[in-house]
């Protein structure tokens, strides 16, 4: 986990190190192919010979990826477009060399070379994106213990007025805790709000909405919804006190979150910007006189609430 401080990330060192290499790495085979092409390929059995442009200009290419390496080794999170653009490189140069050796363009020698020369740099690469997804979406958590949930349901209001302690003395509370406003999960169950508040108030029990913008900032996306109770956690200590961490890649991006992405968008649930902690993940939760009733913590991003399997935990 990166330390963040002020909205800037302490940015390990082998980030640096690495770009620094690559860039090191690019510049000598940058050289090498500008400079004496017939020696460029020579370690793979080719020979240059009559191709000199066409060495240089990859000789010219490489050029570029080494000095965007070098620039993005100040700040690998900040310059993260450019790390972006060399792994991008990466890949394609892996692809072509796997299907030019399977419809026998290169020989196998060339093929592995090129392969195993890129594949050195996709994975420090890789890291370093997800490192930036991390901490462009995730908001660093708070380094102190979380608090207790009867704490955090004293210290929390709902916009009705009332802590959330309180309100939980009076009635069942379904505390709905959503994903950023701009995920198309989030849109979906924003568009089938009102078959949750009606489950609810079947049950005698009262939803309220667990968001991550300071208050009032929900309103632009609940629209005529906006009578629903909420609570906003922009800091989402409410989210860690009821056990609600950040999602990892498979969470985030695993088969099921396709296939429902897919669905929800098809449905016209569409893609917003992002509003919130991109990484937080969502949850339902049963809550009364300051205890968990029942919890329904979600698996992946696309989880959506089943009341009627929550409530089906109490009876």
Do not use: N
Not at 89 to 102: G, S
Not at 270 to 289: E, N, T, W, Y
Request: proline share 5%; with cysteine.
């Amino acid at each position: 986990m990166m330390e963040c401080k002020q909205g800037r990330c302490q940015v390990p060192r082998w980030m640096t190190s690495v770009l620094w290499a690559a860039s090191i790495y690019c510049m000598a085979f940058s050289l090498v192919s500008i400079c004496w092409p017939d020696q460029a390929f020579a370690c793979t059995g080719l020979h240059a010979t009559g191709h000199h442009p066409l060495v240089r200009m990859i000789g010219l290419l490489y050029l570029v990826f080494a000095m965007s390496c070098l620039f993005a080794a100040r700040d690998p999170i900040r310059h993260w477009r450019l790390v972006l653009l060399c792994t991008i490189k990466t890949v394609a140069v892996i692809l072509v060399a796997v299907i030019t050796w399977w419809q026998d363009i290169i020989p196998p020698r060339l093929a592995i070379l090129l392969v195993l020369d890129d594949l050195v740099w996709l994975i420090p690469f890789l890291m370093i994106l997800w490192a930036t997804v991390q901490a462009h979406l995730g908001r660093p958590p708070r380094y102190q213990e979380p608090l207790s949930i009867a704490e955090a349901a004293s210290s929390y209001e709902l916009s009705s007025g009332e802590s959330l302690s309180v309100a939980s003395q009076q009635q069942e509370i379904v505390l709905v805790f959503l994903r950023h406003f701009g995920c198309t999960f989030t849109r979906q169950l924003l568009r089938g709000l009102e078959l949750l508040e009606a489950q609810a108030s079947q049950r005698q029990a009262r939803l309220v909405l667990v968001h991550m913008l300071q208050s009032g900032k929900e309103l632009a996306y609940l629209g005529d919804r906006s009578g629903i109770a909420r609570i906003a956690d922009p800091y989402c200590e409410l989210y860690r006190s009821f056990g609600l961490g950040k999602a990892g890649f498979w969470e985030l991006f695993g088969p099921r979150v396709w296939l429902r992405g897919i669905v929800a968008l098809i449905r016209g649930c569409g893609v917003g910007s992002i509003a919130g902690d991109g990484l937080q993940m969502p949850g339902v939760f049963l809550f009364h006189r300051d205890s968990i009733i029942a919890s329904q913590p979600a698996q992946s991003a696309a989880d959506l609430p089943d009341l009627e399997k929550l409530f089906r935990k109490t009876d």
